[in-house]
Each structure stands twice: as structure tokens, then as C-alpha cells.
């Protein structure tokens, strides 16, 4: 008897550290914030009271200047200046750009980019065959809204898929119970209410193999959630 608690202590306090471990592990990764511009990802490197330097394995670095509500976003030794008002339907932003060009951004219209005469600016930036189309007409390097993702950290967002990784978890512990212990495979018998309708209720061997396989699905599921999870590349579910 006493082996038998020493173990089931041990198997609890496995539990418990894997547990604490993933929630370690989750809040350390998701508390990292990043943002896209031109189909690159970028993350803080350095920062202070006066500028923020972002990083990106594919792009070139990019250093907002902070003065109040305005930025100025530095690229490859080009100024972009972005002014910030508040409005009462959201913030409205001025970009101007090292031409000259003008465009504002309003977050009332969905960050839709317009000229300074209120036009819409319409175009997106894309890849064809290979070589990278501008936005607009212009031929600017960069989109008005990447530029205001880039600048404003309320727009940056947590590396991948926070959501996914903290459902994976319980719902891996929850396919693990269902495939390893017949008391909780008896608990999700009585909890479906199957018995009510049945005269002398009692779980069937055939049951309990469907409970074992439902939790090995599970249990992978979970898994590609898990993975899933850390980025958003959708290389692996392929429909998130």
C-alpha cells in the first residue's frame, strides 16, 4: 500500500512540474511582440525612452524615434514621420514619406490608407514571380499601415498563436486521462448521461477501447495545436 501511494505521489508531482513547465514556457515565448513589414517579422532589439531598434533575420533593421505621439521611422537611412491625432471614432495618422507623399491613415476606415485630398490610395504590396510590387501608384516601398504597425507598439502582436498553445495543453492532459485511466473513462460515462436511458448501466469493453483511441486523436490533435502554436506559418494545420 505504501508503494502504491509513493507512486501515485510520483505520478502527481510529474504532472504538476510538466504543467508549471509548459505555463513557463508559454509565458516566456507569447510575452515576445513583433510586427510584419515587408513580409518581414521583426522583434526588439535594443531599446529606451528616445527610440525602439527592431530586428529581422531577412530585413534590415528599423529604429522608431519616439517623441510623444509622433514617430519616425528609420530604414535603410530613409525618414518615414508619422503623426498621431485622436479622434473620436480612433487615432488618425500622417505619414509622410522621403518623397514627400503624403497619405493618412485613420483607424475609423479600417486603416485604409488616403491621399492628402482624401482619396483612397488603394494597391497593396505583393510578390510576383519573384519581384516585389510597390504599393500604389508611387512606386513606395512601403504600405502607410505596415509603417504604422511598425511605429506603435499597440499594434504588435504576440509571436504565433497564444490561444492555440494554452487550449493544447488541457486538451492533451484531457486525451491523456481518457486513453490512460479507467476512472476517468467511467467519470466521462456517467457525465454523457447514456446511462439514463439504459437498465443497469455499466460502461462496455467496447467503451473503453473507443475511449482509448477517442484520446490517442486527441492527444494528436493537441499536439499539432502545441506546434502549431509557435508560428504563424501555416505549415502544419494549414487552415489557421
Known sequence: MRIVKMK???TIAVYIAVVILAVLLGIWYFSVKEFELDFNIYRVAEKNDQSVRYVSKTGPPV???????ERMVTINGQDYRIGR??????????????????YIVSEQYHMVPMGENGELAGGVDAYVNGRRISFGDQGLRYHPSELIHAAYEKFHRSRGYPVLYWLSIPMFLFGWANFRYEWFQRAMFWASLKWI????????????????ISGVVIMGLALLMF???????????GVL
Open 8 to 10: 501515485l505521489a510520483a
Open 63 to 69: 529604429v522608431v524615434h519616439i517623441n510623444g505621439s
Open 85 to 102: 491625432e485622436e479622434t473620436l471614432f480612433g487615432d488618425e495618422y500622417r505619414i509622410r514619406y522621403p518623397n514627400g507623399k503624403t
Open 197 to 212: 436511458w439504459v437498465e443497469n448501466p455499466e460502461p462496455s469493453d467496447y467503451y473503453f477501447i473507443m475511449s482509448k
Open 227 to 237: 506546434f502549431q502554436s509557435f508560428s504563424r506559418v501555416y505549415d502544419i494545420i
